[in-house]
Nanobody, 129 residues
Framework: QVQLVESGGTSVQPGGSLKLSCVGS????????IGWFRQAPGQEREGVSC????????YYADSVKGRFTVSRDNANNAVYLEMNNLRPEDTGVYYC??????????????????????WGQGTQVDVSS
């Protein structure tokens, strides 16, 4: 059974940092494009960051550029989202998604309407003082 499992979400003060993990079970993330999305209460899901299978094609939403970094760890079958200088508007449920093969541009994929093959269940991030 294929599963994507996110972890690392918690409550943090503004200006703090978190590192989210997306781990594949029954599925290798190594050759897949991976997307990170978030959904705040009452809002639509939005693409935060996506990384292509070549690890060179990377997209960040304007709202997180310079603060978030996506990376891949093949040894642990994981993709991480490192989040620094967190703001209250970063609050939401963060999801990872996987797509193989990644035939579209990473920017075209990093939208909530893209039909990724698999989605995780999400991890909650709360940024507040």
């Amino acid at each position: 059974q294929v599963q994507l499992v996110e972890s690392g979400g918690t409550s943090v003060q503004p200006g703090g940092s978190l590192k989210l993990s997306c781990v594949g079970s029954g599925y290798s993330l190594r050759f897949s494009a991976i997307g990170w999305f978030r959904q705040a209460p009452g809002q639509e899901r939005e693409g935060v960051s996506c990384i292509g299978s070549n690890d060179r094609d990377i997209y960040y939403a304007d709202s997180v550029k310079g603060r978030f970094t996506v990376s891949r760890d093949n040894a642990n079958n994981a993709v991480y989202l490192e989040m620094n200088n967190l703001r209250p508007e970063d609050t939401g449920v963060y999801y990872c998604a996987a797509e193989y093969p990644d035939l579209r541009s990473i920017k075209d994929m990093c939208v909530p309407t893209f039909d990724f093959d698999y989605w995780g269940q999400g991890t909650q991030v709360d940024v507040s003082s």
